[in-house]
Structure formats: structure tokens, C-alpha cells
């Protein structure tokens, strides 16, 4: 039985150039407006691409400033500590209670009942 | 990296040389798999057409290393809408339609009698060995590419290929072919 590959070159669609051509024109132009907005979205990501490093870069600067700040002025809070007292006292907190708030000792609970009896 | 796959990759990112190259590269294939679907030119080429353009739109969806098969399963899909269209239209209708369109009287006459003479033959073969046959014996692939794209073995695309040369030897002597062939 003769198995040989069959000449079908006559289905060649390449066979008519101009009528090739054509189909390629057609589909060409078709595409011409999805191809456009892949390019678009191309660029957009693009963009967004080529800013993301200096963004990350600035913001990792400006935290760096942050805490360079916070940890200036955390001493010089530090300090006015003693208006603690006087803001804890318009709250109508025991003066004691925020001075054993700041001490290493614990207080007893009968110091405790006797600063709010104190207060009242 | 292959050729494919780095047209592939461009064309999703807009490259229109890249499409354009990707659709010069896979035209016959998909041509051969719209012909054989649905029998006549002018439906290969819309089949084709719109395949193509749908393939642009799901480009991100495509494995670039398999655009070959990918591509022909959406211009299948395609051809099966058609011939869903197609069977209700009246059998007169269809018969009215030049199969090759208006260009082909351009072609010569040997070349157009043998295409009648071949197109007669190919119509008797069912659609999946018009596909097997055309893209094996005209396109040149090889049968472990036509199974996959297929989804079927390799034994089943070797029996279809040997199935449908059987039939169209039959059909269309070698001797009578001889005539028009270079």
C-alpha cells in the first residue's frame, strides 16, 4: 500500500500572493487596535515601573529622617515629664498615683485607698 | 528561546512586527485547519481571520511555547461556529458561493482544475482527516504535534493520516493527478 505523503501544494493559500497579502492586510488591520492597547498598557505599567524604585527609595529616606527626628525630641519629652502631674492632676488622678506610676516600687493597696481618699 | 515564543512574548507587549511575523509564521496552519473545517476559502479566511484576532486578545492566556496548538483550537472553535451557521442556510445557497472567491479566476487553469479535482476528493473525507492530512502532508507536521493538538494519541492521528491518503488514492488516482502536478 503506497503511504506516500500526498501533493496538496494546490491548498497552499501562499500559492496566490496577492490574495495572501490581502488576508495578512486583513488581519493586520484588525489588530492594529488591540495592539494599540497593549502597547498603551505596556507603557503604563512602564511608567509606573521606572517610578516605583525612586518612590521606594524616597520613602525609605524619609523614614530614616522620621526617626532621626523622633529620636531628638523623645529626650527633650522626656524631660517635661513633670507636666505629666499637672495634666493627670486636671484629669483628677492622685498626684501619688502618678509618681508610683514612674517609681520601680510597687505600692501597697492600702497606700493605694489612701491617695484616692486623699484626693477626694 | 525559541522564535515563537519571543514573537509571543513582543506581540503581548504591542509589538505589531512581532504579530505580524507570528501571523505570517502560523498563517497556512491555521489557513489548513479553517480549510478543512469548512470546506470552502472564503470561510477559511474569515475563520482565520477572526482566529487570529481572538488569539491577540487571549494572548496573555497562551502558553508561548504551544501558540501552534493554541492558535489552531480557537480557529477550530471558530470553523465549528461556522458550520453550526452554515447547516442552516439552504444547500442551493451554499452552492451559489464561488469557493475560492473572485480571485480565483486569476489562478491558471491547470492549477484551477486541479483543485476542483482535489476539492472534490477532500469533501469526501470527514474533517478531522482533511485537518490530519493537510496539516501532515502540507504543512509538514509531525504527527506528535497534530495528536496534541487534536487531543487525541498518536496512533489515532496516524490512522486517520493512513485512513484518509487511503481515501483520496482511491478517489483520485495518481495517474489523473500527474496531469497538472509540476
Keep these: 500500500m503506497n503511504d506516500d505523503p500526498m501533493d496538496l501544494r494546490a491548498f497552499d493559500p501562499a500559492r496566490d500572493p496577492v490574495r495572501y497579502e490581502r488576508a495578512i492586510g486583513r488581519i493586520m488591520d484588525r489588530a492594529a487596535l488591540p495592539l494599540a492597547a497593549r502597547r498603551a498598557r505596556v507603557t503604563t505599567m512602564g511608567q509606573i515601573t521606572t517610578w516605583w524604585r525612586p518612590m521606594l527609595a524616597l520613602a525609605a529616606a524619609l523614614t530614616l529622617a522620621a526617626v532621626g527626628v523622633l529620636t531628638q525630641v523623645r529626650p527633650a519629652v522626656a524631660a517635661t515629664d513633670g507636666a505629666d502631674a499637672g495634666v493627670a492632676e486636671a484629669l483628677g488622678i492622685p498626684t501619688a498615683l502618678v509618681t508610683w506610676m514612674g517609681a520601680a516600687e510597687t505600692p501597697t493597696a492600702a497606700q493605694v485607698f489612701s491617695a484616692l481618699e486623699e484626693a477626694q | ?182
Design chain 2, 1 to 182: 528561546m525559541t522564535a515563537t515564543r519571543d514573537l509571543v512574548l513582543r506581540a503581548r507587549a504591542g509589538d505589531a512586527r512581532a504579530f505580524e511575523d507570528l501571523v505570517r509564521a502560523h498563517y497556512r496552519a491555521a489557513y489548513t485547519t479553517g480549510r478543512a473545517l469548512t470546506g470552502n476559502d472564503m470561510d477559511a479566511e474569515d475563520v482565520v481571520q477572526d482566529g487570529f484576532i481572538r488569539a491577540l486578545e487571549r494572548l496573555d492566556e497562551c502558553d508561548p511555547d504551544r501558540f501552534a496548538g493554541w492558535l489552531l483550537t480557537i480557529v477550530r472553535n471558530r470553523a465549528h461556529n461556522i458550520r453550526e451557521r452554515e447547516q442552516v442556510r439552504t444547500a442551493a445557497a451554499i452552492e451559489d458561493v464561488d469557493p475560492a472567491g473572485p480571485d480565483r479566476a486569476d489562478l491558471g487553469t491547470e492549477r484551477h482544475e486541479i483543485r476542483r479535482v482535489l476539492e472534490q476528493a477532500m469533501a469526501q473525507l470527514s474533517p478531522v482527516q482533511r485537518e490530519i492530512l493537510l496539516l501532515h502532508d502540507l504543512e509538514g507536521w509531525r504527527h506528535r504535534d497534530i495528536a496534541e493538538s487534536l487531543a487525541m494519541s498518536e496512533v489515532m492521528a496516524r490512522q486517520h493520516l493512513f485512513q484518509a491518503r487511503k481515501r483520496l488514492r482511491e478517489l483520485l488516482p495518481q495517474d489523473d493527478l500527474k496531469e497538472y502536478l509540476p
